[in-house]
T-cell receptor, first 114, second 111 residues
Framework: DAGVIQSPRHEVTEMGQEVTLRCKPI?????LFWYRQTMMRGLELLIY????????DSGMPEDRFSAKMPNASFSTLKIQPSEPRDSAVYFC????????????FGEGSRLTVL | QKEVEQNSGPLSVPEGAIASLNCTYS??????FFWYRQYSGKSPELIMF????GDKEDGRFTAQLNKASQYVSLLIRDSQPSDSATYLC???????????FGKGTSLLVTP
């Protein structure tokens, strides 16, 4: 079975540009999470969806960030406009039983904003 | 702010020794606890979870939980160089699905 698939793996962009990160969860998993990881702040939850519905977006830093899950097999995280402080590794994770705390992470998208 | 605190390390142990990784949490509503391992440049993967006070053993790994002290630990017996990684502690409340992660402890097992 394929794991969680994220794209792009690496993105370098200039400040002010729009960035779109994509995620395909494991088939059959009904919960999807977006995390951001930096050295300073560690792994932070941005938003999570259950059955394609956003449940908690309290971790989304500000209005520049938005996330969608139009169907069970696809989610996007968009940053517009991007800023240097957004540079981080963005992980998508999915779970079949989120109550268990078992998350399956994708390989991550490393974003660098110049 | 619900905090999960870990010593960043690095924790260096010789091959074959016991590695002890510790974690404290501030939210008394946290009911379940997880240890994820993250190799450099890779994504986190779940290695242990624990819900009840006491010890839980899985192979070379033992998770320990003390809810009164708000303390979680992970023991790795017979440490191997392949155990060298960052270990992330996470806590979850009974309600909701969100995991709150600590910043991780870097473990280095030297041959």
């Amino acid at each position: 079975d394929a794991g969680v698939i994220q794209s792009p793996r690496h993105e370098v962009t200039e400040m002010g540009q729009e960035v779109t990160l994509r995620c395909k969860p494991i088939s059959g998993h009904n919960s999807l999470f977006w995390y951001r990881q930096t050295m300073m702040r560690g792994l932070e939850l941005l938003i999570y969806f259950n059955n394609n519905v956003p449940i908690d977006d309290s971790g989304m830093p500000e209005d520049r960030f938005s996330a969608k899950m139009p169907n069970a097999s696809f989610s996007t995280l968009k940053i517009q406009p991007s800023e240097p402080r957004d540079s981080a590794v963005y992980f998508c994770a999915s779970s079949a039983q989120p109550n268990t705390g078992e998350l399956f992470f994708g390989e991550g998208s490393r974003l660098t904003v110049l | 702010q619900k905090e999960v605190e870990q010593n960043s390390g690095p924790l260096s142990v010789p091959e074959g020794a016991i590695a002890s990784l510790n974690c404290t949490y501030s939210d008394r509503g946290s009911q379940s606890f997880f240890w994820y391992r993250q190799y450099s440049g890779k994504s986190p993967e779940l290695i242990m979870f624990i819900y009840s006070n006491g010890d839980k053993e899985d192979g070379r790994f033992t998770a320990q939980l003390n809810k009164a002290s708000q303390y979680v630990s992970l023991l790795i017996r017979d440490s191997q160089p392949s155990d060298s990684a960052t270990y992330l502690c996470a806590a979850k409340a009974n309600s909701g699905y969100a995991l709150n992660f600590g910043k991780g402890t870097s473990l280095l097992v030297t041959p």
